[in-house]
């Protein structure tokens, strides 16, 4: 399973928002087979369609569908005393498939700042220029070895040359990789080195608890929004003490309790569904009398692949999809209008599956 990690610099309140993710928690009971390591939370997706659908289909049970945070901090916690983070700290960013960077956007005189004064951009920097160092190793390795082979004029060594010295230029300058610009090809180059600085990131601006309705006014999330903004990448606002309490609440309560906060959705929930987006997840449904369920697929799956996500089975025996979007579904206002009005295709073995299909697989045992 694809799984966004969480880093930071210590005391930024990578563990507190841990435990909020691992307090909001799935419910065991639906997942069964789940994974039981202290480091990986699984969250559920929040996801307005689901309710919809459930009203719509009156199931029995409904399940969303969920994905996992790991918490590196935790894996490597005491693991390394040496200068910069260490490589346990470096390899465990490489298994991971996104990274949430978390950044202290909070004052608080109790808390100490390791590098004794809260300032986001200095915070990003140290950790970001660890990952730029460990890809130029990387980089350099590979350099040395294909110069050779591009030499020869080798026209695949020659495609990666170009590639590798344009990483290397930039690396050097201490970009991140995910800011050059590659063509399509070369973009599949790049992701064949597995570098850290390539990797999907989003920034999680950790501030105080009387800021979350007015994060703007916060000069430190200014400063990270900027920063964020010029690698494309998305920051979320949260106040990680305050999602460690709404963890802890049912639906009724966190409602009441964001509507005296003023804010529409909590931080988590946001985080979460802007992780998952990271990963390049995507979501179909299933919606039976017995269960509406969301499940989790890669965006580009077809259909016999997205199918063996709910069973194996099914992606063996895939005869078709009856497929309809959640649009044409709600429109319709039931299976059976939908499927009057022509809103269900059958969709075959090449099919690639779209964020929002309700899908019924046939197949053969
Ligand atoms: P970590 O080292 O990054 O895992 O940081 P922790 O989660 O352990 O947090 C370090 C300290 O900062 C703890 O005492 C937390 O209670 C505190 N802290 C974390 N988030 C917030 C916050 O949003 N506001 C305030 N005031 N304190 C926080």
Same mark, same amino acid.
Request: charged fraction near 30%; glycine fraction near 6%.
């Given at each position: 399973?694809?799984?966004?990690?969480?880093?930071?610099?210590?005391?930024?309140?990578?563990?507190?928002?841990?435990?909020?993710?691992?307090?909001?928690?799935?419910?065991?009971?639906?997942?069964?087979?789940?994974?039981?390591?202290?480091?990986?939370?699984?969250?559920?997706?929040?996801?307005?369609?689901?309710?919809?659908?459930?009203?719509?289909?009156?199931?029995?049970?409904?399940?969303?569908?969920?994905?996992?945070?790991?918490?590196?901090?935790?894996?490597?916690?005491?693991?390394?005393?040496?200068?910069?983070?260490?490589?346990?700290?470096?390899?465990?960013?490489?298994?991971?498939?996104?990274?949430?960077?978390?950044?202290?956007?909070?004052?608080?005189?109790?808390?100490?700042?390791?590098?004794?004064?809260?300032?986001?951009?200095?915070?990003?920097?140290?950790?970001?220029?660890?990952?730029?160092?460990?890809?130029?190793?990387?980089?350099?390795?590979?350099?040395?070895?294909?110069?050779?082979?591009?030499?020869?004029?080798?026209?695949?060594?020659?495609?990666?040359?170009?590639?590798?010295?344009?990483?290397?230029?930039?690396?050097?300058?201490?970009?991140?990789?995910?800011?050059?610009?590659?063509?399509?090809?070369?973009?599949?180059?790049?992701?064949?080195?597995?570098?850290?600085?390539?990797?999907?990131?989003?920034?999680?601006?950790?501030?105080?608890?009387?800021?979350?309705?007015?994060?703007?006014?916060?000069?430190?999330?200014?400063?990270?929004?900027?920063?964020?903004?010029?690698?494309?990448?998305?920051?979320?606002?949260?106040?990680?003490?305050?999602?460690?309490?709404?963890?802890?609440?049912?639906?009724?309560?966190?409602?009441?309790?964001?509507?005296?906060?003023?804010?529409?959705?909590?931080?988590?929930?946001?985080?979460?569904?802007?992780?998952?987006?990271?990963?390049?997840?995507?979501?179909?449904?299933?919606?039976?009398?017995?269960?509406?369920?969301?499940?989790?697929?890669?965006?580009?799956?077809?259909?016999?692949? *997205? /199918? %063996?996500?709910?069973?194996?089975?099914? @992606?063996? $025996?895939?005869? !078709?999809? =009856?497929?309809?979007? &959640?649009?044409?579904?709600? *429109? /319709? %206002?039931?299976?059976?209008?939908?499927? @009057?009005? $022509?809103?269900? !295709?059958? =969709?075959?073995?090449? &099919?690639?599956?779209?964020?929002?299909?309700?899908?019924?697989?046939?197949?053969?045992?």
């Amino acid at each position: 399973a694809l799984t966004a990690g969480i880093v930071g610099l210590p005391n930024v309140g990578k563990s507190t928002l841990f435990n909020a993710i691992t307090q909001a928690g799935a419910e065991a009971a639906n997942y069964p087979f789940a994974t039981i390591d202290p480091n990986v939370g699984i969250v559920e997706v929040p996801d307005e369609r689901l309710n919809k659908l459930t009203e719509l289909v009156k199931p029995k049970k409904t399940v969303p569908t969920t994905f996992e945070f790991t918490d590196i901090a935790g894996i490597v916690k005491g693991a390394s005393k040496g200068e910069g983070l260490g490589n346990q700290f470096l390899s465990h960013i490489r298994q991971v498939d996104a990274i949430c960077h978390v950044v202290r956007c909070f004052e608080d005189q109790n808390i100490t700042h390791v590098a004794g004064k809260v300032d986001p951009i200095e915070d990003i920097d140290v950790i970001n220029l660890e990952l730029i160092l460990a890809d130029l190793e990387t980089v350099n390795k590979r350099y040395q070895r294909v110069e050779k082979l591009a030499r020869q004029k080798d026209k695949d060594a020659v495609a990666e040359f170009q590639v590798l010295a344009k990483l290397k230029e930039g690396l050097e300058e201490e970009k991140p990789a995910r800011v050059l610009e590659f063509t399509e090809e070369q973009e599949k180059i790049v992701k064949g080195l597995h570098l850290l600085t390539y990797k999907p990131i989003l920034y999680v601006a950790n501030v105080g608890e009387e800021e979350v309705s007015n994060p703007e006014e916060n000069p430190n999330v200014q400063k990270v929004k900027e920063y964020a903004a010029n690698e494309n990448a998305e920051v979320i606002v949260i106040c990680a003490k305050i999602e460690e309490e709404i963890a802890e609440l049912d639906a009724e309560e966190k409602e009441m309790f964001l509507q005296e906060l003023g804010i529409r959705e909590s931080g988590l929930d946001q985080l979460i569904r802007a992780s998952y987006h990271l990963l390049g997840l995507a979501t179909y449904f299933t919606a039976g009398e017995q269960e509406v369920r969301a499940w989790t697929f890669k965006q580009g799956m077809k259909a016999p692949q *997205a /199918a %063996g996500i709910i069973h194996s089975d099914f @992606e063996r $025996g895939f005869i !078709r999809a =009856e497929t309809v979007s &959640y649009e044409d579904l709600v *429109a /319709a %206002g039931s299976m059976t209008r939908a499927r @009057e009005l $022509g809103k269900v !295709r059958l =969709e075959g073995k090449d &099919y690639i599956v779209q964020d929002g299909d309700v899908m019924h697989f046939r197949f053969n045992v």
